[in-house]
């Protein structure tokens, strides 16, 4: 019986492992402790996970074997990245640097095909149809070093910008380069070709981008409350959209970063549905994909004899060189530090699924050998050890300079920051609580208090046990995004003393009001408890009134009269706004006389806060013409 019970016992530990729920144990120990023992070192974690894929894979100990689970999770992990890079991306600052993006797409792609070309021609001495195969493989890159820059929170960068674009122009152009060569190589490479091609890839836009953001505007509308299901429709998204890509012809991973383009504007970063996306994808996928690259690596080949050997070292130095020329000469042109060249450097410079995509694609159609095959390998491990240290080591850089630069302005405004955010009527707590969760500033120590008074008669404990008791939601809110909350519940006579003094108290500089719904003309502007506390309050005071959805919203409409400017804290209500404005990826239009241009230009441009489109207007006497420029979809911010 016992000998029974240790065999079955053995038996499960048999190499490769079969049972399931022993090989996610493993997996999820490795995802924990890996980056826990590095970092010791001072070795970034992405290059823990890859080694360890090494280690317990066919290659290594042969704990795990390549199998269709391993694919899947691989799978998913890459076109996480790659959604999360379309999500994160800053599309206005995109935008500005989109001719960047191109120029950095282009030299990341001809510099390494150019030199790859004639080195695998004369130098490793193959064919030209297996040389340039071979080279357009240098060209490519993988975001794998990614999950760095979220982690140091540089992904609105525009270094970063420029990488993650160029990683979309060369990934596109070089899978279309192999679907090319695969069907000359069939002699398939005809006029029907490129018109499928096109067509199908024009159809694919158009679903992304015209039907996907409408059908997600309305599913986050009209489920406003559901917030499980809000990540499951993305999810559906991300992996329909992998799907059409290549339905269309181009690899999943493009459908991917697609749908996170499609869904950018829709996701603010701030957000509970943003921070679920991130937290999974690096709990879960994101390690799944880096332990199966290292699962690819035959640390054999190194003993294979000298050819194998040489071509590893041919491909990968001409690989890093490529990549480092090209970052180099994109420094040089754009004017970047030395960091921020070697951001771009570490984000273009991994190699992995699309390099292995295209080398498998080539060896299974004889054009290219063995020798190219194993040494494409080691250069996968190479390349992602090389670019995580790179892009590592350009983060901290990039961050302690952000700090040093930004130490005098910190201490006078973010440290100062504290908002306080005054309940009234509980079940418009949601949209507020939301609205402040955007508007603060990541960099401040102060949580956001969230306050509801109660009036202080024989019945106030019995209020204040109910106040408290509805206001145990936003702590629900709140910790979705991962934000501090103060939640104060508190007796004075009347709810706007209540209110002056708690943000005395607290020493507020914003307090966000909700428009008070009253039934008198003069009340409906202003209310008696807004008015009170504008009289007895010297503090910035936001009167909101969300009607809809935040996500559906396209721009935000600035009405600034003359000399609003002057008022002591616009600079810090107008940094909120433009906060606000990145959160949601909408740009912002502000309507102001040509002085009040001038002087919000120069505060924009040395506060580097963002750009904004000015439109001049001085009939302030009748501003309600201005109505005529307001649609359904705008955020009107009125300066007063």
């Known amino acids: 019986m016992q000998e029974a019970f240790w065999r079955e016992l053995l038996a499960e530990f048999h190499r490769p492992l079969s049972n399931p729920v022993l090989i996610f144990s493993l997996l999820l120990l490795i995802i924990l402790l890996s980056p826990i023992l590095l970092r010791k070192l001072n070795i970034p974690g992405i290059i823990g996970l890859i080694i360890s894929g090494v280690v317990i894979g066919p290659y290594g100990l042969n704990i795990l074997a390549k199998n269709s689970a391993i694919d899947l999770f691989s799978t998913i992990g890459l076109l996480y990245i790659m959604f999360i890079a379309g999500l994160e991306l800053d599309l206005n600052e995109f935008k500005k640097h989109k001719n960047r993006s191109f120029i950095f797409g282009a030299l990341t792609f001809f510099i390494p095909l150019s030199i790859g070309y004639p080195v695998c021609l004369y130098i490793l001495g193959y064919d030209a149809n297996a040389s340039f195969l071979t080279a357009s493989m240098f060209a490519t890159h993988t975001l794998v070093a990614y999950p760095i820059v979220t982690r140091f929170g540089i992904s609105k960068q525009s270094a970063v910008a420029i990488a993650v674009g160029g990683t979309i122009l060369t990934d596109t152009a070089v899978l279309i380069i192999l679907a090319v060569i695969m069907g000359a190589n069939k002699g398939s490479l005809n006029q029907e070709f490129w018109i499928r091609l096109g067509t199908s890839l024009a159809i694919f836009s158009a679903i992304m981008f015209f039907l996907i953001p409408r059908i997600a505007r309305w599913f986050f509308r009209k489920l406003e409350s559901e917030k499980t299901s809000h990540y499951i429709f993305v999810l559906s998204v991300v992996f329909f959209a992998a799907f059409l890509a290549e339905v269309a012809g181009v690899e999943p991973i493009i459908g991917a970063f697609v749908a996170g383009l499609a869904l ?27 332990i199966s690259v290292g699962m690819l690596v035959d640390v054999r080949v190194v003993f294979n004899g000298y050819t194998a050997l040489f071509v590893a070292a041919v491909l990968t130095i001409t690989a890093l060189f490529g990549k480092w020329l090209a970052a180099f000469i994109s420094q040089k042109l754009f004017s970047y530090k030395t960091a921020e060249r070697q951001l771009l450097f570490g984000l273009s410079s991994a190699h992995a699924a699309a390099t292995l995509a295209i080398i498998l694609v080539g060896f299974r159609e004889g054009i290219l050998d063995e020798n190219i095959l194993n040494g494409t390998i080691i250069l996968i491990l190479i390349t992602c050890l ?16 952000a700090d040093a630069g930004m130490a005098i302005e910190t201490d006078s405004v973010t440290d100062k920051e504290h908002i306080l955010l005054p309940i009234e009527e ?36 019995n209020n204040l046990a109910i106040a408290r008791k509805k206001m145990e939601k936003s702590y629900q809110i709140a910790a979705a995004t991962d934000t501090n909350l103060n939640v104060v519940a508190s007796i004075d006579h009347n ?5 002056v003094r708690t943000s005395k108290e607290i020493m507020a500089s914003l307090v966000m009001l909700n428009w008070p719904e009253k039934n008198t003309l003069l009340e409906k502007f202003f209310g008696e408890t807004t008015e009170n506390i504008l009289s007895g309050l010297d503090r910035n005071i936001m009167i909101c009134n969300i009607r809809s959805v935040l996500i559906t919203h396209k721009r935000i409409l600035l009405f600034c009269p003359p000399l609003t400017e002057m008022e002591k804290g616009f600079s810090s209500c107008l940094d ?42 001085d009939d302030w006497a009748d501003f309600l013409v201005l109505s005529r420029v307001i649609l359904p979809n705008d955020l009107i911010v009125f300066f007063s």
Not at 386 to 401: G, H, M, Q, R
Not at 436 to 459: R, Y
């Open 264 to 290: 950018n504007k829709l996701i603010p970063h701030s957000s509970a549905l943003m921070n679920r996306i991130e937290f999974i994808g690096n709990a879960i996928f994101i390690p799944f994909f880096l």
């Open 386 to 401: 090389v670019a995580s240290f790179a892009t590592e080591n350009a983060a901290k850089k990039l961050v302690l300079d």
């Open 426 to 461: 509980p079940e418009r707590m949601e949209s507020m609580l939301e609205l402040a969760i955007l508007f603060k500033d990541k960099k401040s120590p102060h949580p956001i208090t969230v306050l509801s008074v109660v009036p202080n008669n024989e019945e106030a404990e």
């Open 495 to 499: 709810i706007n003393s209540g209110i």
């Open 576 to 617: 909120t706004i433009m906060r606000l404005s990145k959160e949601l990826s909408i740009p912002v239009f502000c309507y102001c006389n040509a002085k009040s241009k001038r002087d919000i230009s120069a505060y924009l441009s040395s506060s580097k806060s963002g750009t904004i489109s000015f439109h001049q207007f």
